[in-house]
T-cell receptor, first 110, second 110 residues
Framework: GIQVEQSPPDLILQEGANSTLRCNFS?????LQWFHQNPWGQLINLFY???GTKQNGRLSATTVATERYSLLYISSSQTTDSGVYFC????????????FGKGTLLTVNP | NAGVTQTPKFRILKIGQSMTLQCTQDMNHNYMYWYRQDPGMGLKLIYY???????DKGEVPNGYNVSRSTTEDFPLRLELAAPSQTSVYFC?????????FGEGSWLTVV
């Protein structure tokens, strides 16, 4: 099956810093999503981005499908950005059988 | 509108016991999913359903069963619990590209 690799595995920032998280995938995809899991375990959709660039406030994401990678940018980080960021992909049809990466654990210190 | 509701939130099972994790959504979504998350790992798909009466296996279905008699409910059954099933379980439903996760069920098998 498709492989998803995320880097870095861990990242520690001071509040206000910027960061870039990377997701590499091993095959062409129809669906790529970024999720945030907060320290209490809650999972939230951030972006649906199989290609192109999207922005939502301080977060933006870019997927270069032809080169099989996606980047998540976090600008002016806040302590509430802490948690695990997951990339998930689906190379199949419409059933959204997502394959998740292992995530990047982000810690933002005040 | 409660979203996706999972019960119980925490449970300790003895080896060989059986139990059902309940999942209900009130958004009338056809697509529903069960994932498990082991420490330091991403989510792995156990089973999914594309509508009432239709279920299919995901990546890690062994030791689990599901049913989908109504659009709202998608229970996950663990038969003969094993220590390898100690994990956090997430139920989710989907509409278009947005996935809604429940808050998770922490299960320990001892």
């Amino acid at each position: 099956g498709i492989q998803v690799e995320q880097s870095p595995p861990d990242l520690i920032l001071q509040e206000g810093a910027n960061s870039t998280l990377r997701c590499n995938f091993s095959d062409s995809v129809n669906n790529l999503q970024w999720f945030h899991q907060n320290p209490w375990g809650q999972l939230i959709n951030l972006f649906y981005i199989p290609s192109g660039t999207k922005q939502n406030g301080r977060l933006s994401a870019t997927t270069v499908a032809t080169e099989r990678y996606s980047l998540l940018y976090i600008s002016s980080s806040q302590t509430t950005d802490s948690g695990v960021y997951f990339c998930a992909v689906d190379s199949g049809g419409s059933n959204y059988k997502l394959t998740f990466g292992k995530g990047t654990l982000l810690t933002v210190n005040p | 509108n409660a979203g996706v509701t999972q019960t119980p939130k925490f449970r300790i099972l003895k080896i060989g016991q059986s139990m059902t994790l309940q999942c209900t959504q009130d958004m009338n979504h056809n697509y529903m999913y069960w994932y498990r998350q082991d420490p330091g790992m991403g989510l792995k798909l156990i089973y999914y359903s594309v509508g009432a009466g239709i279920t299919d296996k995901g990546e890690v279905p062994n030791g689990y069963n599901v049913s989908r008699s109504t659009t709202e409910d998608f229970p996950l059954r663990l038969e003969l619990a094993a220590p390898s099933q100690t994990s956090v379980y997430f139920c989710a439903s989907r509409i278009l590209h947005t996935i809604y996760f429940g808050e998770g069920s922490w299960l320990t098998v001892v």
